[in-house]
């Protein structure tokens, strides 16, 4: 989704904290960040990292720049999400040729007007592109293709952006799904590994007979890219069920944060703090992961 339109009114509102330098990912314990559209998390000092997510298609240039600006006078990291939509209206016609026509050079205009923007000096930047691309469904133009394709279209954003936003950090993103490895673009293009974990109590009951912890589940879902030694952000995590479920989720990030049993690798968690956008198998719907400003601390 792009950036929401709230920025504005904040930026005009003044609502900036004063700067603070932000906690380097893998200096020590985890950092705790949250992509955050309603805003619950703004003045928690408990979060380290912002997360915003741009269509390529559909995103403010001055609000990027603000959202990013934000960030480090509050002394968090910045991580954007960039989602590589088609031209198209309904934004997924032509996905079998996306990847492709990045690689040539279509969509180079894209590439650099968001690296432009971030790429100001004195800016470093978290950049995860095109993600979720091993999923079994057609849910993004870019998920479900050819690896090589993918591949190929990952440097080649990677190559451009690099040039304009030489402080980026570029992270790799699957789901964590069996065959994920096969998209790995390669150690040169990549800084950070990431997953996206979410925790839903019904579902786990359901397929799995109880829930499941989150170290267990971030673990199995790191074995699909064991073999990539690079550092680990979970750049989406949620949890939803019953409150007593949800605590214990919760506590178990707090330990994490705190160093009480980190997982190898892991230097990040970032909470998707919104309503799910894509439905979830019948009955489960789409689950809302959205949790009290005061659950992180």
């Known amino acids: 989704m792009p950036i929401d339109r709230k920025l504005s009114a904040l930026a005009l509102a003044g609502l900036?904290?004063?700067?603070?330098?932000?906690?380097?990912?893998?200096?020590?314990?985890?950092?705790?960040?949250?992509?955050?559209?309603?805003?619950?998390?703004?003045?928690?000092?408990?979060?380290?990292?912002?997360?915003?997510?741009?269509?390529?298609?559909?995103?403010?240039?001055?609000?990027?720049?603000?959202?990013?600006?934000n960030a480090a006078e509050k002394g968090r990291q910045f991580l954007v999400t960039v989602e590589p939509w088609t031209r198209a209206p309904d934004r997924i016609g032509g996905g079998e040729t996306l990847l492709p026509d990045i690689v040539g050079g279509a969509f180079d205009a894209e590439i650099a007007a968001i690296c432009g923007t971030l790429g100001a000096p004195g800016t470093p930047v978290l950049i995860r592109f095109a993600h979720e691309m091993e999923m079994g469904r057609n849910i993004f133009p870019w998920s479900n293709r050819a690896p090589s394709e993918y591949v190929a279209a990952y440097r080649h954003f990677v190559e451009q952006c690099a040039r304009l936003a030489p402080e980026a950090a570029f992270v790799w993103s699957p789901a964590?799904?069996?065959?994920?490895?096969?998209?790995?673009?390669?150690?040169?293009?990549?800084?950070?590994?990431?997953?996206?974990?979410?925790?839903?109590?019904?579902?786990?009951?359901?397929?799995?007979?109880k829930p499941l912890s989150v170290r267990r589940r971030i673990a199995e879902q790191a074995h699909w890219i064991e073999a990539i030694h690079k550092p680990l952000i979970i750049a989406e995590f949620g949890v939803a069920g019953g409150k007593r479920q949800e605590h214990d989720w919760l506590e178990e990030v707090n330990e994490m944060a705190a160093?009480?049993?980190?997982?190898?690798?892991l230097v990040a968690i970032v909470y998707f703090n919104a309503p799910e956008t894509f439905f979830w198998p019948e009955p489960h719907g789409r689950p809302d992961w959205r949790v009290a400003p005061d659950v992180f601390y």
């Open 259 to 265: 160093g009480i049993g980190v997982l190898d690798r």
């Open 16 to 69: 900036v904290a004063a700067s603070s330098p932000a906690t380097a990912l893998g200096a020590g314990g985890i950092v705790i960040g949250a992509y955050d559209p309603d805003y619950a998390f703004y003045e928690s000092p408990a979060i380290g990292l912002d997360h915003v997510f741009v269509q390529w298609q559909d995103w403010d240039r001055d609000l990027l720049a603000w959202a990013q600006q």
């Open 176 to 209: 964590g799904h069996e065959g994920a490895a096969l998209y790995y673009p390669g150690d040169d293009y990549v800084d950070y590994a990431s997953l996206s974990v979410f925790a839903l109590e019904g579902w786990d009951r359901a397929h799995r007979g």
